[in-house]
């Protein structure tokens, strides 16, 4: 490394140790890097090509008030949204709130009493619970009498076809396939394996509708699970295809049927896509999309990085090491609660917005254990951005995620594990004699 670079890490408080461990650690990262530099090419290309196939214009970026009737910023994004997942529409809005909202009305719009809605990756996201009515909520899925079935993933990680067709009914309305593991101790889908499954689905009965939580997956691998069937794409535009610029959104993306129905429930029957003024937001939903190629190809490399650096130190990592990637999000077990914290305070002090604030274990709604969070985001709670959180319950484990760049990851990620030494909690002579 350079004199000069190194004189920098220094002044922002990494030691010579932990520099030289990471250096090494890169060493052997390269292939890795390089295939992902190639997926990020390719999306680039991909995104390029929508926006020049809908002839993006200036005017474009200018928005809408009031009813936003004939916005044509709005709708010729939603066409570049179609054109890059490769389907008949997309709903993208700043009145989705997020992924969570967009999930909710893609399933509110596509469902009706009486339908069965079946989630064939295990328990999906938590916030989901309360959607369909797994946790009593008011206003859920079960109280409008949709009824909820679950299949797990076979212990392996893999789709449980027994399972799965065993338990699809005539009145199978939905399947719902979670791309990304969350916070769960279970390997992320691959959108090949995504897409046997809908073949799969299919194969029993065509009118079935598949839809993927894709949320954390976009821009990860060359396609998305809407090229292998998926008759909806559903994330948030806080996360990968917002490219750290959008400021709030979701979007799904889909059949036309099933992505108009979700317009019906976002707005209203009969008005649907007609209607939802963009305001400001069009110019940063498309300069974000343009960039999510290369912000997503940073934070992928942030996770790899780190997987690395604390599997070599002998701390079970998720995904590992060396194995593919299926989304942004990186687990790291520590076995002691210290760990968790002194990681997140790590990456809250490598943050450019707020490095100065410390954060703290505390107790969050919806959550059974004091959970940590570090951000130091321009966008609140953009989580494409550096940040990471545990809950403070075995194993202490922390998931952290993104990096708008790949520099700001590294720095990240270095000054996590430089924090956990300055703790106390790894001694400088492991760095040494890995
Ligand atoms: C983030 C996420 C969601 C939606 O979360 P919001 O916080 O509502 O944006 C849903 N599913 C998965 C897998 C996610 O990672």
Not at 283 to 308: D, E, H, I, W
Not at 312 to 323: A, D, I, K, W
């Amino acid at each position: 490394m350079k004199e000069d670079l190194y004189k920098y890490y220094k002044e922002l408080g990494i030691s010579k140790e932990v520099i030289d461990y990471s250096s090494s650690i890169l060493g052997d990262l390269k292939e890795r890097f390089d295939k992902i530099d190639e997926t990020a090419e390719y999306n680039q290309l991909k995104v390029i090509r929508a926006m020049q196939k809908n002839q993006v214009s200036e005017m474009h970026f200018e928005g809408s008030t009031g009813y936003g009737y004939t916005d044509a910023g709005r709708d010729t994004l939603e066409a570049v949204f179609a054109d890059v997942f490769h389907t008949e529409d997309a709903l993208v809005r700043a009145q989705i709130a997020c992924g969570t909202h967009a999930l909710t009305i893609a399933l509110f719009g596509n469902l009706r009493p009486g339908d069965e809605i079946i989630s064939i990756s295990g328990k999906p996201y938590d916030t989901l619970e309360g959607v369909i009515g797994i946790r009593e909520t008011k206003g859920s899925l079960a109280e409008y009498g949709v009824c909820y079935k679950q299949v797990e993933l076979l212990s392996d990680g893999s789709f449980d076809f027994e399972g799965i067709k065993n338990t699809i009914t005539e009145k199978t309305k939905l399947v719902e396939i979670q791309r990304s593991k969350g916070y769960l101790p279970r390997p992320s889908l691959g959108v090949k394996e995504i897409g046997e499954a809908v073949r799969f689905v299919k194969s029993i009965r065509e009118d079935i509708i598949v839809m993927v939580d894709n949320c954390y997956g976009e821009f990860v691998e060359e396609d998305e699970p809407s090229d292998f069937g998926a008759d909806l794409v559903v994330g948030s535009l806080i996360k990968n295809p917002g490219g750290g610029l959008a400021p709030l959104g979701g979007y799904i993306a889909g059949t036309k049927e099933c992505v108009e129905n979700a317009s019906y429930r976002l707005m209203t029957p009969g008005l649907g896509k007609e209607v939802g003024a963009s305001l400001n937001v069009n110019r940063s939903f498309y300069q974000g999309l343009f960039l999510a190629p290369v912000v997503t190809a940073a934070a992928l490399k942030g996770a790899v990085f780190a997987a690395n650096l604390y599997e070599r130190l002998g701390f079970r990592v998720v995904p590992n090491g060396s194995e593919p990637r299926h989304d942004i999000i990186q687990a790291v077990e520590f076995g002691f609660p210290e760990g968790v914290i002194k990681f997140c305070q790590g990456i809250q002090a490598a943050a450019p917005v707020d490095s100065h604030v410390v954060p703290e274990p505390w107790a969050m709604p919806g959550y059974d254990a004091d959970v940590i969070m570090a951000a130091g985001a321009f966008i609140s709670g953009a989580s494409i951005e550096l940040s990471a959180d545990g809950p403070m319950k075995p194993p202490y484990a922390v998931y952290f995620q993104g990096g708008l760049t790949w520099y700001h990851a590294k720095f990240g990620i270095m000054k996590s594990l430089q924090s956990l030494i300055d703790g106390g909690y790894i001694k400088t002579d492991r760095l040494i004699n890995v």
